[in-house]
């Protein structure tokens, strides 16, 4: 066990419908990494979030917008859901601010369906 | 952005045996170059990792060797077992303040 929760576990739904995506980080960590894994596209890195704050950004769609509260928790969520956006979603947590770099500890993911 | 490219995709040993699996790189301002570890269907975790002032680490049965100058970085697992069995991902850190993900290389140890 990491310490990083995510839920849901699984989540299955339509085509057009936004779903909302939820991370725990490891007590103490103020770093949160959003990765999407697909069998074509490996593991791909979305966005950071350092203390509240967008760190760096990858390949995130416009459709895709996260956020971390003041609790640190961080929210992932995903609109107008088409197909392809099906792939397991990874949260991991650092307590590195993004500069530097260490060991990113990685949460159980959460497997989205699109249909 | 960063381009990093790992081989083999694929590595099939026999239990006992060595494993070694590359990365290249290309940013030249890379810094810091970890390994993942990925059963199937589990998280991915961090086996071993190197910063680039240290040309080799090891712990156990694993370790990491670095190149700068040539710009990759290989993973060495020494007396394989079937628990070694997963997918690896090396995943250096870039000038962009992110870690960039291999494609992953399978490896299967047989019993």
């Known amino acids: 066990d990491s310490g990083v929760t995510q839920t849901p576990k699984h989540l299955i739904t339509a085509t057009g419908q936004r779903v909302t995506l939820r991370c725990s980080p490891r007590s103490g960590d103020l770093s949160v990494y959003w990765y999407q894994q697909s069998l074509d596209q490996g593991l791909q890195f979305l966005i950071q979030?350092?203390?509240?704050?967008?760190?760096a950004k990858g390949n995130i769609l416009e459709r895709f917008s996260a956020q971390q509260f003041p609790d640190l928790h961080s929210e992932l969520n995903l609109s107008s859901l088409e197909l392809g956006d099906s792939a397991l979603y990874f949260c991991?947590?650092?307590?590195?601010?993004?500069?530097?770099?260490?060991?990113?500890?990685f949460g159980p993911g959460t497997r989205l369906t699109v249909l | 952005g960063e381009n990093v490219e790992q081989h083999p995709s694929t590595l099939s040993v026999q239990e006992g045996d060595s494993a070694v699996i590359k990365c290249t790189y290309s940013d030249s301002a890379s810094n810091y170059f970890p390994w993942y570890k990925q059963e199937l269907g589990k998280r991915p975790q961090l086996i071993i990792d190197i910063r680039s002032n240290v040309g080799e680490k090891k712990d156990q049965r694993i370790a990491v060797t670095l190149n700068k100058t040539a710009k990759h970085f290989s993973l060495h697992i020494t007396e394989t077992q079937p628990e070694d069995s997963a997918v690896y991902f090396c995943?250096?850190?870039?000038?962009?303040?992110?870690?960039?993900f291999g494609k992953g290389t399978l490896l299967t140890v047989n019993p």
């Open positions: 991991a947590s650092s307590a590195y601010s993004g500069q530097g770099a260490g060991e990113q500890f």
């Open positions: 979030y350092y203390n509240g704050e967008e760190r």
């Open positions: 995943a250096p850190f870039g000038s962009n303040y992110k870690l960039t």
